[in-house]
């Protein structure tokens, strides 16, 4: 960054702040290596504010403090926001009240977030999302040459970036011109300065301002050359500041160094430390690394222990948990960090700072060998389902293990029990399937001579589950209604939402009315006792069983419902998994852009996202129906990835698909193949679409077939030669490709019917066939039909993008419009981006005001 650019960044960060001042507020992500100026330029920014300024910084420690950043804030406000912090989080409440000094002006700068935990990023995910509706301008810092492919802060960045009022500000290294303005009074080469700095305004600085001769080859050189003017006491403070951490409460600094306290200001006066607020802070953190790099091992343990001993009996200080872990573990004080880092992980776990969990997990298990069993065994479990929640599954299977033997040496049956059944888990999400079920049939084994007892809750759950992926829904009912009874004897009400869900799910391909009934009542009673997790998935099971059944009102109702819902609670995978099955919705719906839009989304998410294999089928359909090429090797991958999972009770969603492409393919051979494949699989459980679907394609192929009488209607109807009947069920159901390809199936006016409808949707296979047919009955004149509606107004806006014009004239943001359309906050992004560009408007605020004044742009 060159000093006109530093010039252009200050102009960015002032421009964003009269933006929040006005009650639009503003989230600057500020990038750059380390030493690259990142720090101060928000202090020389914060210089020139009057807004009140809350900074908080997260550390370079073993562990992250959970909302670190937040804690410091805090300590500066005072107010309601500390309590709230302290014991077990409550992170709504907390992020709500976060949220609330926003509406105040204020500044809150978050330093060094890649070194956040979890709910730090949850949190700025939290506020990134609302930052439009605040008065509060938030700066985060970071260093994005330390940002591995996997690393947490990516998916804050891949998901905050998309809203508006977040932008990124990206810092760079001194130009050679930039280096010659600031050295004009270095005697030494500038062009070797900056060659050999590489531009790092902070290592150029160090040079400058040290007073030596020559270019120190590193930055610890510089700044250890500067420390050696300190006195013997100035140098023990320093040690002792830099082994305390980037920001050092004097209060400690004294308590740890004592009679030497008073030499602070000997590395202050050397600007060494700063003051900022009630906190000395390094100038930088390389300055801090160099200095704790150079502590010999014995005194940086022995200022280890002097820093914990003084922490852990002051008010303040023994509240942070993760802390006193921290020290305790470069002290080596084994007792400590077994008093400590179990409770620490504990509070992270609240927090859901999992990450950090584990790794105090960890940190407490190395040392827990003298540990009773049982305590030892505890961690462990506590431990894997930490490692679950982060996907670190062998070593979750690995803790479960250690932990059965550690109970049952202890003479635990119950809590062996409890640990099998979650072990059973943990092996069948892992494709471990007959290994799941011997676990859990060793848990039943141990625990039904003990009934009744609460662990067989757990346990019957599972066997109902393992019973639901075998295909024997009948025995899953019957173990789900075990662990009811048992649960309603111990009046846990609390167990009962995933009870019935998993009886509800069992129930769908017995009784698929009473199936729902009990998904609903599980919903109802999950949102009750506020398990937010439970009833996302619950809702993404809903939504996709009204997909699957074709009850589309229903679905969508479900989905103006679910999604808020899954999106204010950040829970990613529930919103992954509906997107989904949302891609299929909007295919049946005609909506084949969003169809394609929301598929192509979803399959580009990682590789095991839960709703990559709904998606794959919409795109299959989709670029079948399209008469893309691409589609086998989407309806290849889903069926691939379906029978990996081994539910086959949705086998008929791929094969219905499959059948459809091999028929406009032209291929009546593998039509028949793909159809027959499941078709008595699909009878066994009832499943009245997939039963018509896959019977309609055997028609289609040249095969007698006799329906069930509970086959669905609509394809029933056009097997039996009532076209005009199917056509109005699919109408009613509003599925216009269904519709016209019920209509090509009749006389000439509804095979031009047909024809337009095809032609509206770009069905170019069917456009083909039906102009073959219309042919081949020799009618003369054959319907060009509507094109494109883009041709219906001269800027050549799609209808979808029409829909997003017609929300920013209503001044929505993308937040709002993907919540109404029910598509991502990204495919909003791309639809503004393309309506802007055709409107050839810079803003949204222009597309609106062009919007209202030109009738062509007006939503018919």
Known sequence: MGLLERGDALNKLEQAQQQALAGNGRFLLISGEAGIGKTSLVEQFIQRQTSRVLWGACDALFTPRPLGPLRDMAAQLRGDLLPLLEGSPDRPAIFAACLKECQTPTILVFEDIHWADEATLDLLKYLGRRIQQTSALIMATYRDDELGSQHPLRLLLGDVVRH?????????????????????????????????TAGNPFFINQVLTSGEEGIPPTVREVVLARVSRLS?????????????????????????????????????????????GEHFVFRHELVRQAILNQIVPHQRAFLHQAILDALKVAPAGKKDLARLAHHAEAAGDKEAILTYAPEAARQAEAAKAHRAAV???????????????????????????ECDIVDRRPDAIAGRREAIALWQEAGEPLRQGRSLTSLALLLQITGQK??????????????????????????????????????????????????????????????????????????????????????????????????????????????????????????????????PFAQERHLDSVRAYMDGWLALLKLYRGDWSAAEEIGQEAVGRQSTSPGRG????????????????????????????????????????????????????????????????????????????????????RWRAGEAVVLPEWAAEPFALQIAGNWRGAAAAWEAMGCPYEQARALADGDAEAQKQALAMFEQLGARPMVERVRQMLRDAGVDTIPRGPRATTKENPFQLTNRQMQILAL??????????????????????????????????????????????SPDLTPK
């Not at 990206?170 to 050999?196: E, F, K």
């Not at 398990?531 to 619950?538: F, K, L, S, V």
């Open 164 to 196: 508006p009022g977040v932008a990124r500000l990206g810092l760079t290294p001194l130009s050679l011109t930039a280096v010659r303005q600031l050295a004009q009074n270095y005697a030494g080469d500038v062009a070797q300065l900056h060659r050999l």
């Open 434 to 563: 007959s290994e799941a079920e011997a676990a859990n049939r060793q848990a039943l084994e141990l625990l039904e001579p003990l009934a009744p007892n609460l662990q067989l809750i757990h346990a019957y759950n599972m066997e109902a589950w393992l019973s639901l992926g075998n295909g024997d829904s009948e025995r899953g009912v019957a173990m789900a209604e075990k662990g009811i009874t048992i649960a309603q004897y111990f009046e846990e009400e609390e167990e009962l939402p995933r009870l019935l869900e998993i009886a509800g799910l069992c129930w769908l391909y017995l009784d698929h009315q009473k199936g729902t009934e009990y998904l609903e009542q599980s919903l109802m009673l999950a949102q009750k006792y506020d398990h937010a997790t439970r009833a996302g998935n619950i809702y993404a099971n809903l939504a996709s069983i009204y997909v699957d059944y074709h009850q589309f009102k229903r679905a969508e109702q479900t989905y103006e419902e679910g999604l």
């Open 359 to 385: 790794l105090l997990y960890e940190l407490a298990l190395q040392h827990a060998d003298g540990l009773p069993l049982a305590e030892r065994a505890q961690l462990l479990d506590e431990f894997s389902v």
């Open 614 to 697: 709904p998606a794959l089928v919409a795109l299959g359909r989709l670029y079948t129906r399209r008469g893309d090429p691409a589609a086998m090797a989407a309806l290849d991958e889903g069926l691939d990835l379906l029978l990996k999972q081994g539910f086959r009770q949705r086998e008929g969603m791929i094969r219905t698909a499959r059948a459809e492409a091999a028929w406009l393919a032209g291929d009546q051979e593998k039509t028949l193949a793909e159809a027959r494949e499941v078709f008595d699989l699909a009878l066994s459980y009832h499943h009245e679409w997939y039963v018509g679907e896959l019977a309609f394609w």
């Open 808 to 853: 920013l004239v209503e001044e929505l943001t993308n937040a709002e419009i993907a919540a109404r359309l029910h598509i991502s906050p990204k495919t909003v992004d791309h639809h503004v981006s393309a309506v802007l560009g055709k409107l050839n408007v810079s803003s949204r605020e222009e597309a609106a005001v062009l919007a209202r004044q």
């Open 232 to 276: 013997l006491s100035g140098r023990a403070v320093l040690n002792a500041a830099a082994v305390i951490g980037q920001r050092i409460e004097p209060w400690l600094l004294k308590a740890v160094t004592q009679a030497e306290a008073n030499a602070v200001e000997e590395s202050l006066e050397l600007g060494i430390l700063l003051v900022q």
